[in-house]
């Protein structure tokens, strides 16, 4: 019985979390023009998270921090430019820990590719 009840309370926390919705798998986003990126949360989600753009699909690895502190309850914040971003696909917002290893994301977004566009 506790093994049924520690699988259901690791399943049900692997399913009620941070959930990135935009952008979306596939999209091509202007990362230097800028760009919004939105959320669902739940209550037992961190209060707050930083937001790291990431490309481990393609070496070397690429992460940059975008910002520190978003807050949960915000469910959107908009990018407003990120200078120097290598064009092409494989990226992904990572959702970290504050001071969190970005490698151990509490949520990732689908992979998409980054553009040109203007700073």
């Excluded at 309370?9 to 941070?18: K, L, M, P, R």
């Excluded at 800028?34 to 481990?56: E, H, K, Q």
């Excluded at 959107?76 to 494989?90: A, C, E, K, N, T």
């Excluded at 990572?94 to 290893?101: A, C, H, I, L, S």
Aim: with cysteine; glycine share 6%; charged share 15%.
């Amino acid at each position: 019985m506790r093994f049924i009840l520690a699988c259901l309370a690791t399943f049900v926390s692997s399913t009620a979390a941070y959930q990135i919705s935009t952008p979306a798998s596939g999209d091509k986003v202007s990362i230097q023009a800028g760009t919004t990126i939105t959320w669902t949360a739940v209550d037992t989600d961190p209060l707050s998270f930083d937001l790291w753009l990431v490309n481990m699909a393609h070496w070397p690895n690429y992460a940059k921090m975008i910002a520190r502190g978003i807050k949960r309850d915000d469910r959107s914040y908009p990018i407003r430019g990120v200078p120097d971003v290598p064009l092409g696909d494989g990226y992904q917002f990572n959702f970290v820990r504050p001071n969190g290893d970005v490698k151990a994301p509490l949520a990732q977004s689908t992979q998409f590719s980054v553009t040109k566009g203007t700073f």
